[in-house]
């Protein structure tokens, strides 16, 4: 690796060797559910009392208010499939598939308003929003970045172009946090100017299918903490509040989800405070909360059998929405838990 590629690059040597939590015997959180949204439903995403549901191309907004009976108020239908949603303020940024990024006005969800589209020239996968700055995985071309001050004229800051396939992205405060296959995770500083570069890229044990990250303020300039899910359900913690210097720091396995070389689908992980919401499919759908206030020990504080496969989830104080797709019909919808102590 030179330097003139102007990133650093950890390599994790020896991830097999760190120590794997232990989950706890006795679990110390109940996890509920609540209410049900029926299906079919690909994403979710929960801001206040409001959620954000998308099937195929058209995303639906609930009010949450009482959960245990969801309201829908409105709808709007995109061109192609939605693969992410991300809600800042009174705007949603939403992944469209081939499509690029959709910026809708939902100030009024009973009549949402498109304000602009911007194609990212791939496939887009997922979207985070920080600030006035929008980023999109996009399968082809890696991190689009983009300018969204004024939402109705985005513009392109550039791309940054991952070693395999961006999957999926998270952001806090100034930096964005992406994974791709097989790549691992790339960490980029979006308060630079110019084309947007890596403060480091960190290699995982398992194809990143999944990350969140956690930080300990709002207006904090980075993230405190990565979590990373693999195609084989190994979950990896990496220490990111340094980030051109990130530091594996934990892993950790459900013991009846052995080792057993997956390489394809995935689950989905998301991090609320101190906890870390992970759902993933075989070798039986499961929902699992690890609590992360020292997370070089991840400790199992809840689980849930799901009904299905996990698509999607979103978590928001004590709720926690979840996207399955059914082994009937009838089973395919949202799910939301609360989540209490």
């Keep these: 690796m030179t330097t003139s590629l102007a990133y650093r690059r950890m390599a994790w040597l020896c991830v097999g060797c760190l120590a794997v939590g232990e989950p706890a015997l006795a679990q110390s959180r109940t996890l509920e559910l609540v209410g049900t949204i029926p299906g079919p439903a690909t994403t979710v ?15 639906q907004f609930f009010d ?15 061109p192609q499939n939605i693969y992410g949603v ?54 082809l071309s890696g991190l689009e970045v983009i300018d969204v001050t004024d939402p109705r004229m985005p513009v392109s800051r550039g791309a940054y172009y991952t070693e395999g396939y961006a999957m999926e992205v ?50 904090a300039p980075s993230a405190r903490i990565a979590a990373l899910l ?23 396995r459900h013991p009846d989800r052995p080792a057993i070389g997956r390489t394809l689908g995935g689950g989905r992980i998301r991090m609320e405070g101190s906890l870390a919401f992970l759902a993933d499919g075989p070798p039986s759908p499961l929902l699992q909360v690890l609590e992360l206030a020292d997370p070089t020990r991840p400790t199992l504080v809840a689980t849930y059998a799901l009904p299905g496969s996990p698509r999607d989830m979103s978590v928001s104080g004590s709720l926690a929405l979840l996207a399955v797709a059914g082994r009937a019909p009838s089973t395919a919808g949202v799910l939301i838990f609360r989540m209490g102590s």
């Design 64 to 78: 949450i208010g009482d959960p245990s009976a969801p309201t829908l108020v409105g709808s709007f239908t995109f």
């Design 170 to 219: 998270d952001t806090a405060g100034a930096f964005a946090y992406v994974v791709d296959r097989p790549g691992g995770l790339s960490i980029i500083d979006l308060s630079r100017t110019g084309e947007p570069i890596a403060e480091s890229v960190v290699s995982t044990t398992d194809w990143p299918a999944a990350v969140a990250v956690s930080s300990d303020a709002s207006d």
């Design 45 to 59: 995403h929960v801001q206040g009392t409001a959620a954000y549901i998308s099937s195929g191309p058209t995303l």
């Design 230 to 252: 693999g195609t084989d359900s190994l979950l990896e913690i990496v220490d990111v509040s340094d980030p051109s210097a990130p530091v594996a720091i934990s892993s950790y």
């Design 86 to 139: 991300r809600v800042s303020r009174s705007i949603a940024y939403v992944a469209i598939d081939f499509g690029g990024l959709g910026i809708l006005d939902v100030s009024n969800p009973a009549a949402a308003t498109l304000l602009a589209s911007f194609e990212v020239g791939g496939q887009a996968l997922s979207v985070g929003i920080t600030g006035s700055t929008a980023v999109v995985a996009n399968r």
